[in-house]
């Protein structure tokens, strides 16, 4: 009886191909990616103070992107940063209290070939990001149920920088509380031009809401614009 044929061994190539592919998939997955946090499970945490004699805060707060300098939109050292807007809520009853504060931002860097993309969101943990201005009121137990619906909603959406930033979920949220209306922003934006003997394309559009607008917003409604930065590691007061 003769022998069977040998098997046949897989060419040289396949196993690096098949594993580079997994590799560059799980690069692709991760690259740039920032670690989000449970938004359900921290309002999760709320739940732990009974709701009989409980009362609730909201505080909208923005932190420019050069700090001391509220006529700067964009902040060029060390990288590109806009500044941000975020949330605090604040839960307490006579001996307990629970404070969370928490932000909208893209999952991965913006490409600088198309910033105005849609791109995968994320919430991260905002107890520790300094505020330059913010705006604090009181809500009741059914504001407070409304804040948690739509942000949980508003968490699954895409992250756009013209229509849906990290001020857009902020103020959304905050508004079903008190109304405010940040300072839109009009941005000229210079497109890369594709081939040759092409000009960048030029276009401007307005922003509607941005941490450097939300900041002018609350210095008009406040009356004066206090500097002085602070972390949100605990409640701190409204501007005033």
């Known amino acids: 009886m003769k022998p069977g044929p040998a098997p046949r061994e897989a060419a040289p190539w396949a196993a690096t191909e098949a594993g580079a592919g997994t590799t560059a998939q799980r690069k692709a997955k991760n690259r740039g ?9 921290l309002f ?17 707060c ?7 300098n509220p006529a700067a939109s964009m902040n060029f050292s060390g990288g590109m940063k806009a500044g941000h807007c975020f949330i605090r809520i604040e839960k307490t009853n006579e001996r307990d209290s629970v404070f969370e504060a ?3 931002y893209p999952a991965g860097r913006l490409s600088p070939r198309d910033p105005l993309k849609a791109y995968p969101s994320c919430i991260r943990n905002n107890r520790r990001t300094v505020a330059h201005a913010s705006l604090k009121t009181s809500m009741s137990a059914t504001e407070f149920e409304n804040v948690r619906g739509m942000a949980l909603e ?46 960048p394309s030029r276009r401007q559009l307005v922003i509607k809401n941005t941490p ?19 972390s949100s590691a605990s409640p701190a007061p409204q501007i005033a």
């Open 102 to 104: 928490f932000g909208f």
């Open 154 to 199: 508003n968490a699954q959406s895409d992250y756009r920088l013209a229509d849906f930033n990290c001020a857009d979920f902020a103020v959304g949220i905050f508004t079903l509380v008190e109304n405010i209306d940040p300072v839109p922003y009009p941005v000229t934006w210079c497109g890369i031009p594709i081939g040759y003997n092409r000009l």
């Open 44 to 60: 999760a945490s709320f739940d732990k103070i009974p709701d009989a004699g409980a009362s609730y805060t909201i505080e909208l």
């Open 33 to 41: 990616k920032r670690r989000g946090i449970d938004l359900k499970g």
């Open 62 to 68: 923005a932190t420019l992107p050069v700090k001391g």
């Open 212 to 230: 450097h607008g939300l900041f002018q917003a609350i210095g008009r409604r406040e009356g004066i614009i206090r500097m002085a930065a602070r």
